[in-house]
């Protein structure tokens, strides 16, 4: 089993930058691709990034390329998610997953967190 915390969240300014915390324990988290998800009111669940167990390896979605940042500390079993030159449409919850298989499919994640609300004001 794993579980994950997410932490960080909050109200920014466009522009601002904000980081993501999600603490997981569980010795499989060490190994675990670790990523991010967020849903907007009214919208559908999105894929943001993820992270492999070893860190070295990241993916990201098309709307926060170059913006967002990945990484993680296994020494604290926490993943991290940088989050740069914030907009208003970047405003959603954010949750922290894992699994033990690569996807970008929200159906892949098997352990997810209760989520951490980022709003980001015009």
């Known amino acids: 089993q794993v579980q994950l915390v997410e932490s960080g969240g909050g109200l920014v300014r466009a522009g601002a930058s904000l980081r993501l915390s999600c603490s997981g324990s569980?010795?499989?988290?060490?190994?675990?691709?670790v990523g991010w998800f967020r849903q907007a009111p009214g919208k559908k669940r999105e894929f943001v990034g993820f992270?492999?167990?070893?860190?070295?390896?990241?993916q990201y979605a098309d709307s926060v390329k170059g913006r967002f940042t990945i990484s993680r500390d296994n020494n604290k079993n926490t993943v991290y998610l940088q989050m740069n030159t914030l907009k208003p449409e970047d405003t959603a919850e954010y949750y922290c997953?894992?699994?033990?298989?690569?996807?970008?499919?929200?159906?892949?994640?098997?352990?997810w967190g209760q989520g951490t609300q980022v709003i980001v004001s015009s």
């Open positions: 992270t492999n167990g070893g860190g070295w390896m990241t």
């Open positions: 997953v894992a699994s033990d298989v690569i996807s970008t499919q929200a159906n892949m994640y098997t352990f």
């Open positions: 569980g010795r499989a988290f060490l190994s675990y691709f």
